[in-house]
């Protein structure tokens, strides 16, 4: 019983660390502003980030060398403008 318990703490605390580090780089790129090269648009970028926090969680619990890969190879940020939806390359 202990040890499921022990368990579910370690989940938790991975999981709100992922979300504090998703919210730092939110909060980096919410200070910088972008120029839309298509539309104009002249203020602060739309993040999109692909991959899936749970799922690197759950391979980091399988594995940490499995959960670091993922983390790395697909937990990738792209910046997009509201108006128009491009994706800007530089920041």
Partial sequence: ???IQTFI???GII???GSLIQL???WKIAARKIICPKCGYNGIPEIKTEGNTLIGVLLLLLGAIPGL???LW???THYLC???KT???KI
Avoid: D, H, N, T
């Fill in 87 to 89: 994706e800007i390359k």
């Fill in 24 to 26: 730092i780089r939110k």
């Fill in 74 to 76: 697909f937990m990738k």
């Fill in 9 to 11: 703490k370690i989940v």
């Fill in 1 to 3: 019983m202990e040890s």
């Fill in 69 to 71: 890969l993922y983390f």
């Fill in 82 to 84: 509201p108006k128009c």
């Fill in 15 to 17: 999981l709100i660390f």
